[in-house]
């Protein structure tokens, strides 16, 4: 898999941008509004999608922990976790 399809749901896209971002610039976090450009969407819309994808409860019941999500000097920042990185089809090591 080389590229996110479109057709695929956002937190998928999510998943796939953030390991793009790990693989290709070492990015271990990546800002909230170049995700959101990364993806073509809204920061709310990614941010929503983003609260589904951390350990954050939403109700009642936590979510899978795949991306950590902090704010680092006033800025939204986005982080894939190791959860994360193992349910990247695209993650793969090899050469």
Do not use: F, Y
Not at 14 to 37: D, F, N
Not at 56 to 81: F, I, K, Y
């Amino acid at each position: 898999m080389t590229e996110a399809p479109d057709a695929q749901p956002l937190a998928v896209r999510i998943l796939w941008a953030l390991a793009q971002a790990s693989a290709m610039h070492g990015a271990e976090t990546v800002s909230l509004p170049r995700l959101a450009k990364m993806l073509d969407a809204s920061a709310s819309t990614v941010m929503r999608e983003l609260s589904l994808l951390s350990d954050a409860e939403v109700a009642g019941q936590a979510g899978p922990g795949w991306v950590q999500v902090s704010a680092h000097e006033g800025r939204w920042m986005v982080a894939l976790t190791d959860a994360g990185r193992q349910m990247v089809p695209c993650n793969n090591t090899t050469d």
